[in-house]
Nanobody
Framework: QVQLVQSRGDLVQAGGSLRLSCEAS????????MGWYRQVPGKERDLVAA???????YYPDSVKGRFIITRDNYKNTLALQMNSLKPEDTSIYYC????????????WGQGTQVAVSS
């Protein structure tokens, strides 16, 4: 059972940057895949980044080149650096422990509100 606590969100202007962090309640060294997904209320969730325990990463085209996911297995933390933010990035972001598939979520944090103004 893993509990994930996320950092506070913010309101950012388009083109700006924001770093989100997530701290796990226990060791994440043995967790294969962790990631971040976002969800606008009333819409389907979208995975925006995933990272394996060996450092391998995945990004969808919508954020590729702009977002960077990192994990620190020693500090039990996960982070998402978001650059060149766009208004369409506005959403609630969640850190999560992923299952066998990229659209499978086992544990997730409380969510972080991110708003990007034009």
């Amino acid at each position: 059972q893993v509990q994930l606590v996320q950092s506070r969100g913010d309101l950012v202007q388009a083109g700006g940057s924001l770093r989100l962090s997530c701290e796990a309640s226990e060791s994440i060294a043995s967790i294969d895949v962790m990631g971040w997904y976002r969800q606008v209320p009333g819409k389907e969730r979208d995975l925006v980044a995933a990272i394996k325990s060996d450092g391998g990463t995945y990004y969808p085209d919508s954020v590729k080149g702009r977002f960077i996911i990192t994990r620190d297995n020693y500090k039990n933390t996960l982070a998402l650096q978001m650059n060149s933010l766009k208004p369409e990035d506005t959403s609630i972001y969640y850190c999560a422990v992923l299952g066998r598939h990229l659209n499978e979520y086992i544990y997730w944090g409380q969510g972080t509100q991110v708003a990007v103004s034009s």
